[in-house]
Each structure stands twice: as C-alpha cells, then as structure tokens.
C-alpha cells in the first residue's frame, strides 16, 4: 500500500501529499495507556493558567502519562518572537499554538496549553482544528480585581501606569468562555483543588483510567 495520500487544502504550497504514519496514533494511544488532548487553560493574565497547567501536568506525569506544556511566556520566546500583543498577532499565535498542539496530541500527548487565548472565535477554531473530544477548555475564571492583586509580574500596575498598551482585561477584550468542559474558580479554591478538577474531569470522560 502507498504511503502517500492526496490532501485537497487551500495552503499555498501546492502538489503536497500526506505521508502516512507507520506507528499510528492508536498504536500510541494504546502504548500510552491515555487518550491524546489538550486541556486549554483560558483566562486574564494572573489568574493562574501557567500554575494550573503545571499542577496538573505534574498530577498526569507522576501517574505515568506523556505530557507537555505549552506557556504563553514561553512559547513567545521562541517560536512567536515576532508576535506582538495587536489583536492580529493574538490571533496568529493561538493559530500556530492550535497546530503545535494538534501535532503533539497526534504524538499522543495530554497537553496543558496556557495562553490568555481572549477571542471566543479562535479558541472554536483551536476547538474544530483538533475536533470535539481532543479539546477540553478550561476556563481559570478570576476576577479581574484578584489579578490585579495578585499581579505576579507587576504587568496591571505597568498597564494601569500606561506603560503597557493593549493589555487584555484593561485596554484590550477577553471574551469570556461560554461553555467550557471545565469552569474553575480560583478565587474560591485552592491550586490542589482546582488541578484535581481538571484531572477528574480527563478520569470521567474516559481520557484516563489512572
Ligand atoms: N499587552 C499584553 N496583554 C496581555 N499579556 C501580555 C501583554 N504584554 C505582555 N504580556 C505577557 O504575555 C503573556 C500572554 O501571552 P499569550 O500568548 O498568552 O497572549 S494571547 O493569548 O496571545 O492573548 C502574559 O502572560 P500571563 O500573565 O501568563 O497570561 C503576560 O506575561
Ligand atoms: N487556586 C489558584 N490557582 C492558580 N493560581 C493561584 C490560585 N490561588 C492563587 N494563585 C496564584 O495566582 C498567581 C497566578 O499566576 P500565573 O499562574 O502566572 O497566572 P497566568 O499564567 O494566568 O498569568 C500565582 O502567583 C499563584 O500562586
């Protein structure tokens, strides 16, 4: 059989094909003992994406699963250093974050992705991208007030200073999550509490059975 397949797209490299895999993504799924997906913690800067994601990524590795993750801050040191905060450039990045995160749930991966992710319109096209049970939205729903309290990067008294430009939740939209798979409130529960939500979130819709 051919290992090649013909892919209609509307990409601007034309006369591609698809090389297919010869270690599926079942076969890594089965060798893994868990679903591939991606958990995509959404929220105001603050409000604790980058603590949970990590919570809980250390939650799936202690229990033996393949994880990563994938940070705003860090992410936009490398591959989208030339992006900037403009809402053209937001969507350019939760763009490529949607495909980097749809190639490592292929490898098998359960992926805690924490972007600010502000438009209701890109995390559905993340959402489509990966299809419905490999997308699990994690809204980390905290007040505005509380981010600013907490300000762990000393960003909300930069932007309300007006140093920063364009900061979501002062200058800039987050459009809240309408129906997320996981609505956590931090302002109201502890990180343990809140990372456990999401893992027994994966454990009862089949992503895991550890
Ligand atoms: N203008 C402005 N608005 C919001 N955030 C800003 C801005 N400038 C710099 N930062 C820092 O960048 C982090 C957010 O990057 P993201 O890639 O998650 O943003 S987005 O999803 O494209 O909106 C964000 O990280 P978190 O605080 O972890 O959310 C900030 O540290
Ligand atoms: N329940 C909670 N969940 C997550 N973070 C919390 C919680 N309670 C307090 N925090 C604190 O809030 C801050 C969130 O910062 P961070 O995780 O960098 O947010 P973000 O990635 O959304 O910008 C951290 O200092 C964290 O310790």
């Given at each position: 059989m051919s290992p090649y397949k013909i892919v209609e797209s509307?990409?601007?490299?034309?006369d591609l094909m698809w090389h297919l895999a010869s270690v599926s993504h079942q076969d890594r799924v089965a060798a893994n003992g868990h679903q591939g997906a991606v958990m995509w913690f959404t929220g105001l800067?603050?409000?604790g994406k980058s603590t949970l994601a990590n919570a809980v990524d250390k939650i799936l590795h202690e229990r033996g699963a393949s994880t990563y993750v994938l940070d705003g801050d860090n992410v936009r040191h490398g591959l989208n250093g030339d992006l900037g905060f403009s809402d053209n450039d937001r969507v350019e990045n939760i763009r490529r974050i949607g495909e980097v995160s749809k190639l490592f749930v292929d490898a098998g991966l359960l992926v805690s992705s924490a972007f600010i992710s502000p438009f209701a319109e890109d995390r559905t096209m993340v959402r489509r991208l990966l299809g419905d049970k490999k997308f699990v939205e994690v809204f980390v729903d905290t007040p505005l007030e509380e981010c600013e309290l907490r300000d762990p990067k000393g960003l909300y008294k930069k932007a309300r200073a007006g140093e920063?430009?364009?900061?979501t939740g002062i200058d800039s939209t987050y459009e809240r999550p309408i129906s997320p798979e996981v609505h956590i409130k931090t302002a109201e529960q502890s990180i343990e509490v809140n990372a456990l939500q999401v893992v027994d979130y994966l454990k009862d819709n089949g992503y895991l059975n550890f």
């Amino acid at each position: 059989m051919s290992p090649y397949k013909i892919v209609e797209s509307d990409d601007k490299s034309t006369d591609l094909m698809w090389h297919l895999a010869s270690v599926s993504h079942q076969d890594r799924v089965a060798a893994n003992g868990h679903q591939g997906a991606v958990m995509w913690f959404t929220g105001l800067s603050g409000s604790g994406k980058s603590t949970l994601a990590n919570a809980v990524d250390k939650i799936l590795h202690e229990r033996g699963a393949s994880t990563y993750v994938l940070d705003g801050d860090n992410v936009r040191h490398g591959l989208n250093g030339d992006l900037g905060f403009s809402d053209n450039d937001r969507v350019e990045n939760i763009r490529r974050i949607g495909e980097v995160s749809k190639l490592f749930v292929d490898a098998g991966l359960l992926v805690s992705s924490a972007f600010i992710s502000p438009f209701a319109e890109d995390r559905t096209m993340v959402r489509r991208l990966l299809g419905d049970k490999k997308f699990v939205e994690v809204f980390v729903d905290t007040p505005l007030e509380e981010c600013e309290l907490r300000d762990p990067k000393g960003l909300y008294k930069k932007a309300r200073a007006g140093e920063i430009k364009n900061f979501t939740g002062i200058d800039s939209t987050y459009e809240r999550p309408i129906s997320p798979e996981v609505h956590i409130k931090t302002a109201e529960q502890s990180i343990e509490v809140n990372a456990l939500q999401v893992v027994d979130y994966l454990k009862d819709n089949g992503y895991l059975n550890f």
